[in-house]
């Protein structure tokens, strides 16, 4: 089977749609998702999970589509929220409740009460005073939630500062000092019932050591809970198994996640203890399954540089500013020409509106097409309307069909949220 992406008579295919032919009848910028990729990292994780206790759930964080979301729930996915907003999505996507956890380190009142009425599978608690606030709700509301108390491993994930949070630098979780004397608050409380404990290092991880660092921790901390005579049934792992942003132009068949050299070594790791595990898996879903389409509108040479300016900004894709992240970029058309070294940059007025710098790339001109590659994940959703720049279309490619799952907002849209 070819893979997801591929050059076909010259021209770049997602599955059996060629891309250059959809920008024809379509204007750019546009996100654009593969239907199959996400079914097949969803396949790969049920199938590191088989014969395992293990519910996983998808981080709506990633990406919050709703087209998106039913697939991943009709293959048998839970939920990870981590807002109100998303909690609300997830429900009307039509996860069940029962496989839906909440984490987040600033949960509102409201948030809180709105979890527990649900009636959700769990709730994910960071700190002293939501522990003891969930509570004091839990018993307005007469109902006793499950909780997991997130502890913080101080685990280094070895990945972008910006997006690790097993550290004790970081905001996220409790120390595991002061996690053991919550849990005894929390199982001496009439209305909460702690079952788990959670934690998460970071995200976008590549190499198996952090998890393996995690896996010592659990069994040690739960041992330690188990010495003070608090039982504890299951393991939120978190996430973070990150994709291949690499993946080259030159071989499209690389591996796009890894979720496969990963996964099963984690999961395998910690059967031992005898726990259902959690999962919360994000980017390693949706990530490589998604592609940022937009046009050079410019050449613009300087006397040390030369300039590609897209129609696609950081409003659109804001990684690469945010992280100084690594977008692989594909022309739709199969270069053959010079290659030259450029950057590629948007028209926002910010010097850090850029998607490549000092790249590498075919000769392009003014008018030509390209793809961002692995742009499925923390593309749309950290979208803005930056420069009154409205959001862009969305679709969806299944096999050889197209489906708008989000149309492109218009600067009326925006204009109609105001009171002029």
Same mark, same amino acid.
């Given at each position: 089977?070819?893979?997801?992406?591929? !050059?076909?008579?010259?021209?770049?295919?997602?599955?059996?749609?060629?891309?250059?032919? @959809? +920008?024809?009848?379509?204007? %750019?910028?546009?996100?654009?998702?593969?239907?199959?990729?996400?079914?097949?990292?969803c396949?790969?994780?049920m199938?590191a999970a088989? $014969?395992?206790?293990?519910?996983?759930c998808?981080?709506l964080?990633?990406?919050?589509?709703?087209?998106?979301?039913?697939?991943?729930?009709?293959?048998?996915?839970?939920?990870?929220?981590?807002?109100?907003?998303?909690?609300y999505?997830?429900l009307?996507?039509g996860?069940?409740?029962?496989?839906?956890?909440?984490?987040?380190?600033?949960?509102?009142?409201?948030?809180?009460?709105?979890?527990? *009425?649900?009636?959700?599978?769990?709730?994910?608690?960071?700190?002293?005073?939501?522990?003891?606030?969930?509570?004091?709700?839990?018993?307005?509301?007469?109902?006793k939630?499950?909780?997991a108390l997130?502890?913080?491993?101080?685990?280094?994930?070895? %990945?972008?500062? !910006?997006?690790?949070?097993? @550290?004790?630098?970081?905001?996220?979780?409790?120390?595991?000092?002061?996690?053991?004397?919550?849990?005894? /608050?929390?199982?001496?409380?009439?209305?909460?019932n702690p079952?788990?404990?959670?934690?998460?290092?970071?995200?976008?991880?590549?190499?198996?050591?952090? /998890?393996?660092? +995690?896996?010592a921790?659990?069994?040690?901390?739960?041992?330690?809970?188990?010495? =003070?005579?608090?039982?504890?049934?299951?393991?939120?792992?978190? $996430?973070?198994?990150?994709?291949?942003?690499?993946?080259?132009?030159?071989?499209l068949q690389?591996?796009?996640?890894?979720?496969?050299?990963i996964?099963?070594?984690?999961?395998?790791?910690?059967q031992?203890?005898n726990?259902?595990?959690?999962?919360? @898996?994000?980017r &390693?879903?949706?990530?490589?399954?998604? @592609?940022?389409?937009?046009?050079?509108?410019?050449?613009k040479?300087?006397?040390?540089?030369? /300039?590609?300016?897209?129609?696609?900004?950081?409003?659109?894709?804001?990684?690469?500013?945010?992280?100084n992240?690594?977008?692989?970029i594909?022309?739709l058309?199969?270069?053959? $020409?010079?290659?030259e %070294?450029?950057?590629?940059?948007?028209?926002?007025?910010?010097? &850090?509106?850029y998607?490549?710098?000092?790249?590498?790339?075919?000769?392009?001109?003014?008018?030509q097409?390209?793809?961002l590659?692995a742009?499925?994940?923390?593309?749309?959703?950290?979208?803005? =309307?930056?420069?009154?720049?409205?959001?862009i279309?969305?679709y969806?490619?299944?096999?050889?069909?197209?489906n708008?799952i989000?149309?492109a *907002?218009s600067?009326e849209?925006?204009?109609? *949220?105001?009171k002029?």
């Amino acid at each position: 089977m070819q893979p997801v992406l591929h !050059y076909r008579n010259h021209e770049l295919y997602m599955e059996n749609v060629s891309l250059q032919a @959809l +920008t024809e009848g379509n204007a %750019t910028p546009f996100y654009i998702y593969s239907r199959r990729d996400i079914v097949d990292n969803c396949k790969a994780v049920m199938n590191a999970a088989r $014969g395992l206790n293990v519910l996983p759930c998808y981080a709506l964080k990633a990406n919050y589509n709703p087209a998106i979301l039913k697939i991943i729930k009709d293959m048998g996915f839970g939920a990870d929220v981590v807002s109100g907003g998303e909690l609300y999505f997830a429900l009307k996507a039509g996860f069940d409740k029962d496989k839906i956890v909440f984490a987040g380190v600033g949960k509102t009142a409201e948030e809180i009460e709105y979890a527990i *009425q649900i009636g959700i599978h769990s709730l994910n608690v960071e700190s002293e005073e939501e522990l003891k606030l969930t509570g004091e709700i839990a018993e307005q509301l007469q109902s006793k939630p499950d909780i997991a108390l997130r502890v913080n491993p101080n685990i280094d994930a070895k %990945t972008h500062k !910006y997006i690790s949070t097993g @550290l004790y630098e970081n905001k996220f979780g409790i120390m595991p000092d002061q996690a053991v004397s919550l849990y005894q /608050f929390a199982v001496k409380h009439p209305w909460l019932n702690p079952v788990g404990i959670h934690v998460h290092i970071g995200s976008q991880i590549k190499e198996l050591s952090p /998890f393996t660092d +995690t896996i010592a921790f659990l069994k040690n901390f739960k041992q330690k809970l188990a010495d =003070n005579e608090i039982p504890i049934t299951q393991l939120d792992l978190g $996430g973070g198994i990150g994709i291949n942003y690499d993946k080259s132009l030159h071989n499209l068949q690389q591996p796009s996640t890894y979720i496969d050299t990963i996964l099963p070594q984690y999961l395998q790791g910690l059967q031992t203890l005898n726990s259902k595990l959690i999962l919360e @898996l994000g980017r &390693s879903i949706v990530g490589s399954a998604g @592609l940022l389409i937009t046009k050079i509108i410019y050449r613009k040479k300087t006397p040390s540089r030369t /300039f590609l300016i897209t129609d696609a900004a950081m409003n659109n894709l804001i990684r690469p500013s945010l992280y100084n992240a690594h977008h692989e970029i594909y022309p739709l058309t199969e270069p053959n $020409g010079e290659w030259e %070294t450029v950057d590629v940059v948007g028209p926002v007025c910010e010097s &850090s509106d850029y998607f490549a710098k000092n790249r590498n790339l075919p000769q392009l001109e003014g008018g030509q097409i390209i793809a961002l590659a692995a742009a499925g994940a923390y593309g749309q959703a950290l979208s803005s =309307n930056y420069n009154l720049r409205p959001r862009i279309a969305e679709y969806l490619v299944n096999n050889d069909t197209v489906n708008t799952i989000a149309e492109a *907002q218009s600067i009326e849209d925006i204009a109609n *949220q105001y009171k002029w």
